[in-house]
């Protein structure tokens, strides 16, 4: 069964660095999305992305990160300036564009640790 | 704005027995319910999910859910637990129109052999 993937399953990088963390989403799926979950806390919805731009995003979702689907595979999520407050773990997930799929599939995770 | 409750952060329940996982929501217009289960280390599997008709919805492993507009409530049910049921669930809302998906904080169901 297709799934999707996320590279790499866990991120060392020190405040001020630039990351970019990767995503693989299933490959008939149309619908991109970027979530967060900070240990202990829930998970946090941060953008949505679909035909090639942005179609929702929350107010975490600031300047400091920005999304791309640089080819027909890979969906990113660039987070610059990092800061300890980043650290988490960031989930990818995509869903289908049919009325009949709503539910989103997720990828196993990047953990970020911000030192 | 949307949100969902998971009133306990444990369960805990002998292998064999019924398992009931409560949820409550909020939303302002129509909601998108769904279930998502995660095992350590792993990403959030998708278990079942609510859109419209029959309140009562089937999902992955015998999980079943029962949605309840006037309470709106979206508790996760089982008929008989198995130790391997043994994980964190997640509650989560999204409303009609929107991309934005809203979970719940977990819920650690404990099933004990």
């Known amino acids: 069964e297709p799934e999707v993937t996320q590279t790499p399953s866990h991120q060392v990088t020190q405040m001020g660095q630039e990351v970019i963390l990767r995503c693989v989403p299933i490959?008939?799926?149309?619908?991109f999305y970027w979530y967060r979950q900070i240990l202990g806390q829930k998970v946090e919805f941060l953008v949505s992305?679909?035909?090639?731009?942005?179609?929702?995003k929350s107010e975490i979702f600031d300047d400091q990160f920005s999304v791309e689907r640089p080819d027909g595979s890979n969906f990113t999520l660039k987070i610059r300036s990092t800061k300890l407050e980043d650290s988490a773990m960031y989930f990818c997930?995509?869903?289908?564009?049919?009325?009949?799929?709503?539910?989103?599939?997720f990828g196993p995770g990047t953990r970020l640790t911000v030192t | 704005a949307q949100s969902v409750a998971q009133p306990e952060d444990q369960v805990n329940v002998a292998e064999g027995n019924p398992l009931t996982v409560k949820c409550t929501y909020s939303?302002?217009?129509?909601?998108?319910l769904f279930w998502y289960v995660q095992y350590p280390n792993r990403g959030l599997q998708f278990l079942l999910k609510?859109?419209?008709?029959?309140?009562l919805v089937k999902g992955s492993y015998g999980f079943e859910a029962e949605f309840n507009k006037s309470q709106t409530s979206f508790h996760l049910k089982k008929p008989s637990a198995l130790v391997s049921d043994s994980a964190l669930y997640f509650c989560?809302?999204?409303?009609?129109?929107?991309?934005?998906?809203?979970f719940g904080i977990g819920t650690k169901l404990q099933v004990i052999p």
């Open positions: 992305f679909y035909n090639n731009e942005i179609s929702e």
């Open positions: 989560a809302v999204r409303d009609r129109g929107y991309q934005k998906v809203t």
């Open positions: 609510y859109i419209t008709g029959d309140n």
């Open positions: 939303v302002s217009g129509n909601p998108y």
């Open positions: 997930a995509s869903r289908k564009d049919t009325p009949e799929t709503y539910e989103q599939y």
């Open positions: 490959s008939n799926h149309l619908y």
